[in-house]
């Protein structure tokens, strides 16, 4: 007989990376209930209670109903934030906290249920610098890194390396004249740095000659390993000169890679490495939501598949 709980889908409404893997369980007759958090309270409902057996109760859209004691799986996948434009700041500020701390800690309290990933290990895993020491702890290569608000650390961390970057500790959306953008990763040097670097904390990292990147997506027991060749310093700024390869990973690193997942907790990661001149792998991030069904496109490579499996428990 098979298993009729259902797996639950949070993200926006335009993910077409949630899209394919929901066709996926579909064409295997698993359930799906697919929500936002964005959603709530307009057209997303949620009763619960706290019983001796935990959480019981339901999550109810315009179209399905999911018991939360009876989910096999979530798939959390950056949904939008809640909001609600019609209160006044004030008011809107109590109700998105309310929203966060009620809806939000039931998703994360759910019986049995396997979560890819759950939220609250995804914040944890998304601090560059936990995720820094824990690659090292893991046993990757990790260039020298720091991070300042000192501007004479950071000038003489930037001659004390042959070639240095600055890299984002996390990257807010800027709109510039009405277009969203982000803080590119820069090459640095010590005349750049100027007492503005005092306003917040930076992060400084030395420059690996590379002559490739690797972006690693692991989905529960399964790696895929893709090889990016471009001629950019953050292959992400222009996907037009990439060419993609699937490789096996050198020694040592399959074991790091889920050394360091299990740190965090995670069952999911997209893990970005670039390839030193002496063909080392070097830890540069883990996203613990990052893309990667362009990837599958590419190459052939069978990801969703694999994420189903996960998300079915069959894996």
């Given at each position: 007989m098979s298993d009729p709980r259902p797996v639950l889908v949070v993200t926006s409404l335009h993910d077409p990376t949630a899209d394919v893997v929901i066709r996926e369980l579909h064409d295997r007759g698993i359930p799906v209930v697919r929500h936002d958090s964005g959603d709530f309270p307009q057209s997303l409902s949620v009763e619960a209670e706290i019983t001796s057996q935990g959480v019981r109760g339901r999550v109810t859209t315009p179209s399905r109903t999911a018991d939360l004691a009876n989910i096999r799986a979530l798939y959390y996948r950056r949904p939008t934030g809640f909001a609600f434009p019609h209160l006044s700041e004030q008011d809107a500020r109590f109700a998105i906290t309310q929203a966060r701390y009620g809806l939000g800690g039931v998703l994360a309290s759910l019986p049995g249920c396997l979560y890819v990933n759950h939220p609250h290990r995804i914040?944890?895993?998304?601090?560059?610098?936990?995720?820094?020491?824990?690659?090292v702890e893991a046993g990757f290569l990790v260039p020298p890194t720091l991070l300042t608000s000192s501007p004479d650390a950071a000038r003489a961390f930037v001659k004390g390396h042959d070639s240095v970057i600055y890299k984002p500790l996390h990257n807010p959306v800027y709109r510039i004249d009405g277009v969203s953008s982000v803080v590119k990763i820069a090459e640095v040097a010590a005349e750049d740095v100027d007492e503005s670097v005092s306003g917040t904390a930076h992060l400084f990292q030395k420059r690996v000659a590379k002559t490739a990147d690797v972006r690693v997506t692991v989905i529960g027991s399964q790696s895929f390993c893709v090889r990016?060749?471009?001629?950019?310093?953050?292959?992400?700024?222009?996907?037009?000169?990439?060419?993609?390869?699937?490789?096996?990973?050198?020694?040592?690193?399959?074991?790091?890679?889920h050394r360091y997942l299990d740190h965090f907790r995670l069952v999911f990661g997209a893990f970005d490495f670039c390839v030193g001149e002496d063909g080392q792998w070097w830890f540069l991030e883990c996203n613990p939501s990052g893309q990667w069904y362009w990837l599958e496109s590419e190459t052939g490579l069978p990801m969703c598949a694999a994420l189903a499996d996960l998300l079915e428990r069959t894996s």
């Amino acid at each position: 007989m098979s298993d009729p709980r259902p797996v639950l889908v949070v993200t926006s409404l335009h993910d077409p990376t949630a899209d394919v893997v929901i066709r996926e369980l579909h064409d295997r007759g698993i359930p799906v209930v697919r929500h936002d958090s964005g959603d709530f309270p307009q057209s997303l409902s949620v009763e619960a209670e706290i019983t001796s057996q935990g959480v019981r109760g339901r999550v109810t859209t315009p179209s399905r109903t999911a018991d939360l004691a009876n989910i096999r799986a979530l798939y959390y996948r950056r949904p939008t934030g809640f909001a609600f434009p019609h209160l006044s700041e004030q008011d809107a500020r109590f109700a998105i906290t309310q929203a966060r701390y009620g809806l939000g800690g039931v998703l994360a309290s759910l019986p049995g249920c396997l979560y890819v990933n759950h939220p609250h290990r995804i914040g944890d895993a998304e601090f560059k610098p936990s995720g820094l020491a824990a690659a090292v702890e893991a046993g990757f290569l990790v260039p020298p890194t720091l991070l300042t608000s000192s501007p004479d650390a950071a000038r003489a961390f930037v001659k004390g390396h042959d070639s240095v970057i600055y890299k984002p500790l996390h990257n807010p959306v800027y709109r510039i004249d009405g277009v969203s953008s982000v803080v590119k990763i820069a090459e640095v040097a010590a005349e750049d740095v100027d007492e503005s670097v005092s306003g917040t904390a930076h992060l400084f990292q030395k420059r690996v000659a590379k002559t490739a990147d690797v972006r690693v997506t692991v989905i529960g027991s399964q790696s895929f390993c893709v090889r990016i060749d471009s001629d950019v310093l953050d292959w992400r700024t222009d996907y037009n000169r990439l060419t993609y390869t699937p490789v096996e990973p050198p020694p040592g690193i399959e074991q790091a890679l889920h050394r360091y997942l299990d740190h965090f907790r995670l069952v999911f990661g997209a893990f970005d490495f670039c390839v030193g001149e002496d063909g080392q792998w070097w830890f540069l991030e883990c996203n613990p939501s990052g893309q990667w069904y362009w990837l599958e496109s590419e190459t052939g490579l069978p990801m969703c598949a694999a994420l189903a499996d996960l998300l079915e428990r069959t894996s």
